[in-house]
Structure formats: structure tokens, C-alpha cells
Antibody, heavy 116, light 107 residues
Framework: QVQLQESGPGLVKPSETLSLTCTVSGGSISSDYWSWIRQPAGKGLEWIGRIYTSGSTNYNPSLKSRVTMSVDTSKNQFSLKLSSVTAADTAMYYC??????????WGQGTLVTVSS | DIQMTQSPSSLSASVGDRVTITCQASQDISNYLNWFQQKPGKAPKLLIYDASNLETGVPSRFSGSGSGTDFTFTISSLQPEDIATYYCQQYDNLPLTFGGGTKVEIK
């Protein structure tokens, strides 16, 4: 059973960079796509982007200028960096496996608050 | 971006009722549509993939249909544990996009 776990600071100051890591267990990260998705409190879901194990990425154009994703297959981890954050980036951040277009396994989510 | 319009945004139904949610895509997405259930404080859970395929372990009272631009999600007999928000999501084109969600409550 594949499991995903997000980790990273829960509080980030405005204008700084949000950094999160997703650790995959119960399976290898060395195939498939891996996504980041976020959800502001009380609102809907927004796809941030995905990374393939080769390092190839696709980002949501709405965030593309501020997003960087990377993967470390030796640690079975992939990561998200979102720069120049504002209060609008406050949200629950989820990582998920994307198998043939389907997000079938999700992490429990981690709340990131942007505040000084 | 492909816009996904879900309706209604919320509904209230009695236990045992048939519940139907619709999702309309702004352009043809074939059958590249998934449905998720999200309970408060939890991550979304995949229920239906490729518009009509039931994910393993998901009760058969959940079903999906449609292709092209119009899709339907149905709970044949609403149960108390089905209280949640339901989202559709297309994966025909990047960026992946979600519907706005339908909050299902018990009357």
C-alpha cells in the first residue's frame, strides 16, 4: 500500500519561499507522476503541478513563475518550492501519486500559513 | 484552461435518497474525468476514474457516467457516512482542473 507524507514548515513569512517534501513509502517513486495540490480553507482544490521521476515537470500556468519541483529517487521523496509567498498561498498542501492521469494515493496534507 | 462547472454547489437529502451531481466541462474531455470524495479534515479520496470506473473498494452505490462535456455522479442510496464534499476533476488537458465541489448533507 503506497503511503505519502508531507513535511515542512507550517508557517512562512510573506515574500519568503515555501518548501515542502513528500516522502513515499510502500512503493517506489521511480515511476509515474507525482503531484502537488493545494486547498485554501473552505475552498476548492487547485493543482499546482507534477513531476515525473526523470525530473520532467509540468506546472500550473497560474503559479509557474514561482514554482519549482524536484525529485530525489534515492530518498523516495519529491519536493515543492513556492517563492514570494503571500497570504493567498495559505492553504492545505497535498502531495499525490498520479497514475495514468488519476490521483489514486494522497498524503494527509500539511497546513501552511503565510504570516509575519 | 478547461473549466469544470459542478452543480449543485450543495444539496440536502434524506438517508436512502438517490443523489445526483453534474459536472460540465468547458470543452470535450472524452472520458478523462475523475470523481473524489472529501470528508472534513481529510484528503480527497478517489471514487470514480475515467468517468465511470469504480475504484477498488468503493461501495457500488457510487457510480459515474458521461463523456464529452457532460458528466453525472450518482449515489443510489445515500448513507450517513456519505456526508462529504464531492469534486470532479479533468485530466484531458494540463493544467488539471477541478470542479468547485458539491457539499452533500443529510436532511
Amino acid at each position: 500500500q503506497v503511503q505519502l507524507q508531507e513535511s515542512g514548515p507550517g508557517l512562512v513569512k510573506p515574500s519568503e519561499t515555501l518548501s515542502l517534501t513528500c516522502t513515499v513509502s510502500g512503493g517506489s517513486i521511480s515511476s509515474d507522476y507525482w503531484s502537488w495540490i493545494r486547498q485554501p480553507a473552505g475552498k476548492g482544490l487547485e493543482w499546482i503541478g507534477r513531476i515525473y521521476t526523470s525530473g520532467s515537470t509540468n506546472y500550473n500556468p497560474s503559479l509557474k513563475s514561482r514554482v519549482t519541483m524536484s525529485v530525489d529517487t534515492s530518498k523516495n521523496q519529491f519536493s515543492l518550492k513556492l517563492s514570494s509567498v503571500t497570504a493567498a498561498d495559505t492553504a492545505m498542501y497535498y502531495c499525490a501519486r498520479m497514475l495514468r492521469g488519476v490521483h489514486d494515493y494522497w498524503g494527509q496534507g500539511t497546513l501552511v500559513t503565510v504570516s509575519s | 484552461d478547461i473549466q469544470m462547472t459542478q452543480s449543485p454547489s450543495s444539496l440536502s437529502a434524506s438517508v436512502g435518497d438517490r443523489v445526483t451531481i453534474t459536472c460540465q466541462a468547458s470543452q470535450d474531455i472524452s472520458n478523462y474525468l475523475n470523481w473524489f470524495q472529501q470528508k472534513p479534515g481529510k484528503a480527497p479520496k478517489l471514487l470514480i476514474y475515467d468517468a465511470s470506473n469504480l475504484e477498488t473498494g468503493v461501495p457500488s452505490r457510487f457510480s459515474g457516467s458521461g463523456s464529452g462535456t457532460d458528466f453525472t455522479f450518482t449515489i443510489s442510496s445515500l448513507q450517513p457516512e456519505d456526508i462529504a464534499t464531492y469534486y470532479c476533476q479533468q485530466y484531458d488537458n494540463l493544467p488539471l482542473t477541478f470542479g468547485g465541489g458539491t457539499k452533500v448533507e443529510i436532511k
